[in-house]
Nanobody
Framework: QVQLVESGGGLVEAGGSLRLSCAAS????????MAWYRQAPGEQRDLVAI???????TYADSVKGRFTISRDNAKNTVYLQMNSLKREDTARYYC????????????WGQGTQVTVSS
């Protein structure tokens, strides 16, 4: 069974920074694509950033230049460094692997709340 556990969320002032972590267990982490999504109340869940097994990254236009996704395969962990945070970044952030090559399934974490105050 694959488990994704996010951490690092919290309350931060606008302009501040946070680093989210997602620890994966039971997965073929090093060969899986990993992603971060976010969902604000009443909104759909949107892709924030994605990183492939080879380290190729893609970002939503709204976070380009401010957020950085990275991975540490030795620790089975993916990170989201968030700088220059804005109020509109307030949301619950979810870790995702769209397709685990070991189980042929996709998985979601429980999410971690990020709240940016002005």
């Amino acid at each position: 069974q694959v488990q994704l556990v996010e951490s690092g969320g919290g309350l931060v002032e606008a302009g501040g920074s946070l680093r989210l972590s997602c620890a994966a267990s039971g997965s073929t982490f090093s060969i899986n694509t990993m992603a971060w999504y976010r969902q604000a109340p009443g909104e759909q869940r949107d892709l924030v950033a994605i990183i492939t097994a080879g380290g190729y990254t893609t970002y939503a236009d709204s976070v380009k230049g401010r957020f950085t996704i990275s991975r540490d395969n030795a620790k089975n962990t993916v990170y989201l460094q968030m700088n220059s945070l804005k109020r509109e970044d307030t949301a619950r952030y979810y870790c995702n692997t769209p397709y685990d090559k070991g189980t042929s399934k996709g998985y979601w974490g429980q999410g971690t709340q990020v709240t940016v105050s002005s």
